[in-house]
Nanobody, 121 residues
Framework: QVHLVESGGGLVQPGGSLKLSCIASSGSEFSINRWSWYRQAPGKEREWVATITAGGITDYAQQIEGRFTITSDDSNTVYLQMDSVQPEDTAVYYC???????????????WGKGTLVTVSS
């Protein structure tokens, strides 16, 4: 079982910045095919935010493109740099990784439990 844990959420003022992190851990060796961030605002459905592949290719939802940046590193961690945040960015942010154990042919998706971001003055 792979565990994903997000951190970095909190209260931020409109126009401010916040950086989320998510680290994957397991007792077995694994590789990460791609990372994604999703978010769920109060009363709304969960929506995709951004994705980064193992090769570093990124893709963003239109509503956050140019303000948010997804990156990852070799420590099994993905980040979401959030700049110029707006009240509509208030949501619980979830990371998900498509992760493959080295003994498996295919990966599967694992989810973190989320971290709350509140944008308010």
């Amino acid at each position: 079982q792979v565990h994903l844990v997000e951190s970095g959420g909190g209260l931020v003022q409109p126009g401010g910045s916040l950086k989320l992190s998510c680290i994957a851990s397991s007792g077995s060796e694994f590789s990460i095919n791609r990372w994604s961030w999703y978010r769920q605002a109060p009363g709304k459905e969960r929506e995709w935010v951004a994705t980064i592949t193992a090769g570093g290719i990124t893709d963003y939802a239109q509503q956050i493109e140019g303000r948010f940046t997804i990156t990852s590193d070799d420590s099994n961690t993905v980040y979401l740099q959030m700049d110029s945040v707006q009240p509509e960015d208030t949501a619980v942010y979830y990371c998900t990784g498509n992760i493959r154990y080295i003994t498996d042919l295919h990966g599967q998706d694992y989810w973190g439990k989320g971290t709350l971001v509140t944008v308010s003055s």
